[in-house]
């Protein structure tokens, strides 16, 4: 598929990366996972995340707005308040992501969500990355460790399986992201936790103290009180 790429092996040391996840997850709980609301009934979400950032030059936090329609203008206010605030990127990952950037050519990596996948039955359905907030040459970059998984992504009728196993990369240019959907898919197989370490760059940036943002349509800062 144009513009997936699955690289092998591709991250070294992974087992202290592995250990760097699970302290990170200490205390977190299955059944103290936030609910949602699947197919009309509440649910526990069927993973656990973090999300980590680099803040800009000005210390403006990058903004990344997951709501059901967050694909369009960036320049809306809609969903600065009920974005998740993320935490400060521990160096062991923003190192990790430099390379990555530096051996693929991609530009710099300033946003991360986490995933912990306990076992077979934790899962991401079918979605896009929501991209509203996306630098228009963002590259979705996923780092999988941990567990051997089935990652795929599905054009049309058209779908893709990858095995992705520890050390494992799977890129999405942002046209893919934009065209096809992607999951990682539940089994009833005994596998073993698993961590993603998803990327991306991210050109929207707020102030979440002074209720302040700015996005690539308009530089300044504007409040969004």
Not at 133 to 154: I, K, Y
Not at 193 to 216: G, K, L, M
Request: glycine share 6%.
């Amino acid at each position: 598929m144009e513009g997936l790429q699955h690289y092998a092996r591709d991250v070294q040391g992974t087992a202290e990366l592995f250990a760097n996840c699970a302290d990170l997850f200490v205390g977190m709980r299955r059944e103290n996972r936030p609910q949602i609301t699947f197919y009309g009934k509440p649910a526990h979400n069927p993973r656990d995340a973090i999300w980590f950032a680099r803040p800009a030059e000005d210390g403006m936090l990058p903004l990344y707005r997951t709501y059901t329609t967050a694909y369009k203008s960036p320049k809306t206010k809609k969903g600065i308040k009920g974005a998740i605030q993320p935490r400060p990127m521990p160096e062991w990952i923003a190192r990790m992501l430099d390379d990555l950037s530096e051996r693929h050519g991609l530009p710099p990596l300033n946003h991360v969500v986490l995933h912990r996948y306990v076992d077979g039955a934790d899962n991401i359905g079918w979605h896009h990355d929501k991209y509203m907030d996306f630098a228009p040459d963002s590259t979705v970059v996923s780092v999988s460790l941990g567990a051997t998984r089935c990652f795929q992504a599905r054009k049309g009728e058209r779908v893709v399986s990858l095995s992705v196993a520890d050390g494992d990369v799977v890129t999405l240019s942002h046209a893919c992201n934009r065209k096809a959907k992607h999951r990682v898919r539940r089994t009833t197989e005994d596998v073993g936790v698993r961590y993603s370490i998803t990327a991306r760059t991210i050109d929207t940036h707020y102030d979440p103290e002074n209720q302040v943002f700015r996005h690539r349509e308009s530089p300044a800062p504007v409040s969004y009180a």
